[in-house]
């Protein structure tokens, strides 16, 4: 049945996914994805809310989360942090839609864990910026070309005071065509 699908779908999947009534907010359902996420069981989740089991960092964005659904009744990729059960904060997305069980407004949300995403790219961004700070300082002569073609990307001061080229003057061309 439809239902059957429906119900190894929502468990089956890693993402957080909770359904909860918009009355009041009380949880009715939430899969193991909600439950490794936040480190609550089903059996403790259900019946409560959110702000019962002090999931969400910032109330605020549980506010914004909640006038958006009234106004548009869905929202995607609301990034927020939620606080599991340790305390240890997560970065996700959320994104929600409203749903009718029996006559009765749900919503039905899901949270993507993007922690470990966020964190490689702010550690790629510092990595970028102690190259530029590197590069830049480096009294020699440096550039960075593509491989493709030989064209210029970057080139710092010790180029332009060595070549008495200006970057401007040579960036997007090849050493050859300079």
């Not at 960075?144 to 008495?164: H, I, P, Q, W, Y």
Request: cysteine-free.
């Amino acid at each position: 049945t439809s239902e059957e699908k429906f119900a190894k779908a929502f468990q089956s999947n890693p993402d957080f996914i909770m359904i909860s009534r918009l009355s009041d907010g009380r949880i009715v359902e939430v899969n193991r994805g909600f439950e490794a996420l936040t480190g609550y069981a089903a059996s403790e989740a259900v019946g409560r809310t959110t702000t019962d089991l002090d999931l969400w960092a910032d109330q605020a964005d549980r506010e914004e989360m909640i006038r958006r659904l009234y106004a548009d009744g869905v929202v995607h990729g609301l990034e927020t942090v939620l606080v599991a059960r340790d305390g240890k904060p997560r970065q996700v997305l959320v994104s929600a839609t409203l749903l009718d069980i029996n006559g009765e407004v749900h919503i039905i949300g899901t949270s993507r864990d993007i922690t470990e995403l966020k964190r490689a790219h702010e550690s790629l961004r510092r990595s970028e910026e102690r190259f530029a700070k590197a590069f830049n300082a480096n009294p020699n002569y440096a550039t960075v070309s593509r491989l493709e073609d030989g064209r210029f990307v970057a080139v710092n001061k010790g180029f332009e005071r060595m070549t008495g080229w200006k970057a401007q003057e040579v960036l997007g061309r090849t050493a050859h065509e300079i």
